[in-house]
């Protein structure tokens, strides 16, 4: 069996190790050594990656009761190799399971719930309960856990005897037996876990949750804590900062200046109905005594299209199709015509569209010449 160096010290990063057994796999070679600092995926944390003996090791499995490391090239069974950790990643992680626990420890103490589900992502963090949670109570939830973080609380493993886990109250997504591995923050949280975790709460250094949704009978929480918190400070930050100059509004007075702005807009697009309801009135007008021809015109909305078309219909007896675009980027349309000659001029234009009662809007993938010769 692998001797599991992570266990003895997570914060271990480069090591010498026999290889055991190198065998080919649909995702390069697997191979097997006598001891690693590799962690296999498992309890919702990845797998680590790294180098071993020069070659790249893509993710590391557990196979068997084995540590696999999938590399994408072979190793001499025999040969001792140095392996080195990408540590940025394996800290990430180490930070992401400990702000984890403190997190669902608080959250199961105060919901007196459980955590059903953990999954540790390339972005953020996931963790599910199996009870509700009111929405309002995140930014509480979130300061609590972070106040316990700054407490620098020491985190502590420990694998209890069979009689000292009976009376221990520990959380645990299963029932469990023989050597079990607890993770224990005082005052905190006390968990079964065969994760890699910081050694004390600072440095996690900060959790945000980020959203809460319903999920089954329960919820699920998304997070980030340690260096992914401070990247997404970070861009947030940069993000304001940015609407701050564009607005010319303080940075802690951004979404009031969105408020007025999203007010004066409104206006303007209800002025511009009006003009255009106006302007559209004096087209109907102009072809109201002309036979039945498509009408062409620049830059129109979806909405102001089918105002247009509308308007033509109740003025031509014939009919109305209304096109805006152009041969380069494709021409949209709303037409009021009979169902089958609005389902030919799809099939002859290479249209995709349709409506109801006559009326239609969709696309068209032909040019204005083509438009112009269907219609005639």
Known sequence: MTERLYYENAYLQEFSAVVVSCEPDKSGYAVVLDRTAFYPEGGGQ?????????????????RSGEVVHLCDGPLEPGTTVE????????????????????????????????????????????????HPIPSDALPLLEEAANMKLWQGLPI????????????????????LSGDVRIVTIPGADCCA????????????????????????????????????????????????HAISVALSAKERETAAAVERLKGELADVRYRLVGVENRLFDT??????KEPFAPVFEDGLSPDALRRLCERLAAVCPDGAAVFTGDDANGWR?????????????????????????GFAQGSVGAGRGEIEAFFQ
């Not at 392996?83 to 919901?111: A, N, P, T």
């Open 283 to 288: 087209l109907a007008a102009s072809h109201a």
């Open 193 to 240: 876990c065969c994760g890699t975790h910081v050694s004390q709460t600072g440095e996690v250094g900060l959790v945000k949750l980020l959203s809460l949704k319903p999920f089954r009978e329960g919820v699920r929480i998304e997070m980030v804590a340690g260096d992914r918190a401070y990247r997404y400070f970070r861009a947030v930050c940069e993000q304001n």
């Open 46 to 62: 990845p797998g680590d990656r790294g180098t071993l003996g020069g070659v790249n090791v893509t993710d590391t499995r557990e």
């Open 83 to 130: 392996g080195k950790l990408d540590w940025l990643r394996r800290h990430d992680h180490m930070q992401q399971h400990s702000g984890e626990h403190l997190v669902s420890g608080l959250i199961c103490y105060v919901y007196h719930c459980d955590n059903v589900g953990f999954h540790m992502g390339a972005e953020t963090v996931t963790i599910d309960f199996n």
């Open 333 to 357: 349309y709303a037409v009021k015509l009979p169902p089958e000659r609005v389902k030919a001029m799809n099939a002859a234009l290479k249209g995709r569209g349709g409506g109801r009662d």
């Open 156 to 175: 502590v493993v420990s694998h209890p005897t069979p009689e000292e886990l009976e009376t221990l109250d520990y959380r645990s997504k299963k029932e």
